[in-house]
């Protein structure tokens, strides 16, 4: 492996990886893993080029074909530009599609400091406050029967985390479908589904905080009843931006 990969002291690095390679357990999906987290941690620089075909092939223990598919899936994801007969370089992180499932999995798996979801509780907190200020501007008495509904299971669960979380996602869920954003929504589901796969996003909340996201769902709801946008957009953002202050672990707050 040339000297660009082997200048390192961290063990989790993909390119140091070499004796966890055994060639016949090693699938396509997870070149690409590794390769979208190499660029991603930037063991791999911004500008760099990639080891050639064969180096990588000998590295991860799979054919030249596995690996030129896998570097044509990382290029889709923006991460890498291939030029014939230069070879592939590594992109600038704004040409990445942080939206891919795969990288922002690596993104979230590699964020020591807690800064991606610090910025996903912003977006979040931005599309979801629009969607709540739709469904008030719009809804009818089937759309808020639905949604007090969705709200009453809250109530009824809250005795029980795993039921009151997935009525707390489906109040959500409500929201967003009613508002008929669906860009807004397909984006803010992507990014919530990554994000509840992160152990340092679901945290074990106490009984107290499940009573504080009723209330903060409760106000939600009222301002949606009322036909109050703003209200409503507040009251969606302060929640989501407020959960996410609760979960997360001080130990770890950006400097």
């Known amino acids: 492996m040339n000297d660009l990969l082997r200048a390192t002291d961290s063990p989790a690095r993909v390119f140091d990886r070499q004796s966890a390679r055994t060639p016949v357990s090693r699938l396509g999906v997870a070149v690409v893993h590794d390769l979208v987290t190499a660029v991603i941690t930037a063991e791999i620089a911004e500008g760099a080029m990639l080891p050639p075909e064969i180096e990588l092939s ?8 596995v690996i030129r598919e896998s570097i044509k899936r990382i290029e889709e994801k923006g991460l890498v530009a291939v030029v014939q007969g230069s070879g592939t370089t590594v992109r600038a992180r704004e040409f990445w599609n942080v939206l891919d499932p795969v990288v922002l999995q690596v993104m979230l798996e590699n964020d020591a400091s807690l800064g991606v979801l610090d910025d996903l509780a912003i977006v979040r907190g931005a599309l979801e406050g629009a969607m709540a200020a739709a469904t008030a501007g719009r809804r009818s008495e089937e759309e808020l029967a639905a949604l007090r509904t969705a709200f009453g299971r809250m109530v009824e669960t809250i005795d029980h985390e795993d039921e009151y979380n997935e009525a707390d996602m489906q109040f959500h869920l409500v929201v967003m479908n009613q508002s008929q954003i ?13 994000a509840r796969e992160s152990a340092r996003f679901t945290t074990n909340p106490s009984k107290d905080v499940f009573h504080q996201t009723l209330e903060e769902h409760r106000r939600v709801l009222e ?6 946008s703003a209200a409503a957009e507040a009251a969606m953002r302060a929640h989501i931006l407020d959960a996410w202050q609760r979960r997360r672990q001080p130990t770890s707050r950006k400097p």
Do not use: C, K, N, W
Request: hydrophobic content about 35%; overall charge neutral.
């Open 58 to 65: 000998a590295h991860f223990g799979v054919s030249r074909t």
């Open 182 to 194: 669906p860009l807004a929504e397909s984006i803010t589901r992507t990014l919530y589904s990554r």
């Open 223 to 228: 301002a949606i009843e009322q036909g109050d």
